[in-house]
Structure formats: C-alpha cells, structure tokens
Nanobody, 119 residues
Framework: QVQLVESGGGLVQTGDSLRLSCAAS????????MAWFRQAPGKEREFVAE????????DYKHSVSDRFTISRDNAKNTMYLQMKSLKFEDTAVYYC????????????WGQGTQVTVSS
C-alpha cells in the first residue's frame, strides 16, 4: 500500500506561483508512475500531468503545459507540481495519484489540497 499526502495548496492571486508536494509513505515510489489530477467545483476530475517512474518523461494537459512542471525526487519519496502564471480557472482541489508501471489505472490517491486563484 502507498499512502499519499498532498500539501502546498492555498489562496493566491492571478499570475502567482505555487508549488504542490505529494509525500508518499508505505512503499518507495520508484516503481510507480505518478500524476496530478484536479477537480473544480461542479466539474469532473481531470488529468493535469503525469511523470514516469524515473522522471525521464512527463505528459501534461494542454492548457497547463507551458505553466506547470511536474517533477519527483525518489530519494525523498516525493512528487511536486510547480505552477506558475496561475489563472482563475486553475482553481480546484488537486490530487496526486500513483500507479504501478505495469498498470494503466491509478490505484493510490491522496486526499487533495485546495488551490484557489482569485481573479
């Protein structure tokens, strides 16, 4: 089992930056691909970014690809999401997730951290 805990959310203004962290425990994350998802009020949860088990590759939702950077530090068992030039529409609860590299579904989820961007 992998336990995931997000942190770093908060209330910011349009154009500000924020870095989210996802700390894992229970198992080392080095064998897991990891991702960030988000869910805005009244909307379905959506994919934001994913990073491979070794950090060698990443994929992003198109609308954040030039503003967000996903990274990981396997030695610290932690994943990050650096967000810059935040927009009102980035307001959401952000969740981190992990999946075994041999699977296509995310098995482990954090409880989420709220990001609110004021316009």
């Amino acid at each position: 089992q992998v336990q995931l805990v997000e942190s770093g959310g908060g209330l910011v203004q349009t154009g500000d930056s924020l870095r989210l962290s996802c700390a894992a425990s229970g198992r080392t994350i080095s064998s897991y691909a990891m991702a960030w998802f988000r869910q805005a009020p009244g909307k379905e949860r959506e994919f934001v970014a994913e990073i491979s088990w070794d950090g060698g590759s990443a994929d992003y939702k198109h609308s954040v690809s030039d503003r967000f950077t996903i990274s990981r530090d396997n030695a610290k068992n932690t994943m990050y999401l650096q967000m810059k030039s935040l927009k009102f529409e980035d307001t959401a609860v952000y969740y981190c997730a992990a999946r075994n590299v041999g699977r296509s579904v995310y098995d482990y989820w954090g409880q989420g951290t709220q990001v609110t961007v004021s316009s």
